[in-house]
């Protein structure tokens, strides 16, 4: 392999312009803030940093030393059996029917799962299963008075004084969108089972836990105090780690997971596909893009010396049986016998009237005569025979053939006459 031969302009050009995408890349990757990723619509996924989504409550849980994980293949009793404490908040996607009975039996047999159930949307398919078949969620009865729409609560006012999800805390924000009713928060398979409200306001409830078998489901009806834009208001992060706690009884080898494949995250079967994206999505994205900018432009210096034009240099034939078979051949496929049974009569006619001075357009008999005047060879028969099969316009590769044996004979005879006449002449 041939490597690239840079003149010693352009290695200085490259060695001038690598350190500087370089040192551009580092600024960017430190300076520049990350890109928006995020839906238009209020989703709380771990992957978005837009307001509603939760990647800062992700991040804030594994920097405190949680066990943290993206759930972004389907449940099963397998994979479940993994995992101490879930997170499911707000999913678009519907659960499998195997999906819920193995996320049923997960909770009943000691775990804890958090919840926020949101409302069923669009985008679930038919058959599919979200968590409004648990709970009786929807917006509040009267509506919500504050002018941005945030509703601050109080400890003792709003928050029970006795949850320890409360410790430490004393005003939580959240968003009056979506309640729980305080009566009859529970459906479906929750319907017997007993909810103990910890937080609500006027509107109706926003959390609630509710013992489920062996295990608890801490339910949420809005969301806003994990998301990236409310978990730095009021008390909402000292919430989300009091809550951390508990669901890992204060061990954090006990692994917690984020449920993303109900968001539409569902695992690529490439995954270096993914891994692109995900380098182009974040900081990397203008490391790459400098990088291979500094790449083109060495292969273009490299590439645009290629030395004084020089013309093509044609190769003479030397065999004059290439043309003939490729003509012969073309004629052939072409099914053109009269062509070529004509073409090669004007040929020999003519180079018979050159060697007896003629016109290429003597007459049959005249050149007949001539002809035979000089080397005593009757023709004229054969012109006129010739001149027949012309005017029939029928001719057969066979007459073709004779054609060319005949008069190259005659040709060859005519030539030899003429090479034996021409030295007693001189001699004369």
């Known amino acids: 392999m041939k490597l690239i031969q840079l003149s010693r302009t352009d290695r200085l050009l490259v060695g001038i312009l690598l350190p500087l995408a370089l040192l551009s890349a ?70 499998e029917k195997q999906e819920r009975t193995a996320l049923e039996r997960w909770v009943e047999s000691g775990h804890r799962l958090v ?66 009713p305080l009566t009859t928060p529970l459906k ?37 105090c994990l998301s990236n834009q409310g978990i730095d208001e009021a008390d909402n992060a000292i919430f989300l780690a009091n809550l951390a706690r508990e669901i890992t009884s204060d061990s954090r080898t006990r692994t917690i997971a984020f449920d993303e494949i109900h968001h539409g995250f569902a695992l690529g ?12 999505a974040e900081h990397w994205g203008w490391g790459i893009l400098q990088a291979a900018a500094v790449l083109l432009l060495a292969l273009f210096a490299a590439g645009v010396r290629f030395g004084r034009p020089v013309d093509i240099v044609q190769k003479q034939r030397r065999q004059h049986g290439e043309f003939a078979e490729a003509a012969g051949r073309t004629l052939h496929d072409a099914n053109a016998g009269v062509l070529a049974f004509r073409t ?48 029939a316009a029928r001719v057969s590769r066979v007459e073709v053939l004779d054609l060319a044996t005949e008069f190259q004979r005659v040709l060859d005879a005519l030539g030899k006459k003429t090479r034996d006449v021409a030295p007693a002449t001189r001699r004369t």
């Open 344 to 391: 090669l009569y004007q040929h020999y006619r003519a180079s018979l009237a050159k060697l007896v001075h003629l016109r290429s357009d003597t007459g049959a008999a005249e050149l007949g005569h001539a002809i035979a005047l000089r080397s005593g060879i009757q023709v004229t028969p054969l012109l006129e025979e010739m001149e027949a099969k012309l005017q």
């Open 269 to 280: 079967a490439d995954p270096w596909v993914a891994i692109v994206k995900m380098m182009l």
């Open 188 to 224: 479906g398979p929750l319907a017997a089972a007993t909810s103990h409200a910890i937080w609500m306001d006027d509107y109706g409830v926003v959390a609630l836990r509710v013992p489920f078998g062996e295990g608890e489901i801490i339910a949420l009806a809005d969301t806003y």
């Open 26 to 95: 580092l600024i960017a990757w430190l300076a520049m803030p990350p890109k928006k990723e995020g839906r238009f619509v209020r989703e709380p996924s771990t992957f978005f940093n837009t307001g509603s989504g939760t990647k800062a409550a992700y991040l804030v849980l594994e920097r405190l030393g949680y066990n943290v994980t993206r759930l972004r293949t389907p449940m099963s009793k397998e994979l479940l059996a993994n995992i101490d404490t879930m997170f499911i908040l707000e999913p678009i996607v519907g659960l």
């Open 115 to 180: 919840i926020a159930p949101g409302v069923r949307g669009f985008g679930a398919a038919p058959g599919s299963w979200l968590f409004d078949n648990w709970f009786n969620i929807g917006p509040p009865t009267s509506a919500v008075t504050e002018d941005d729409g945030k509703i601050r609560q109080l400890r003792g006012d709003s928050l029970s004084e006795s949850e320890p999800l409360f410790a430490g805390v004393r005003e939580l924000v959240a968003r009056g969108d979506f309640r729980f």
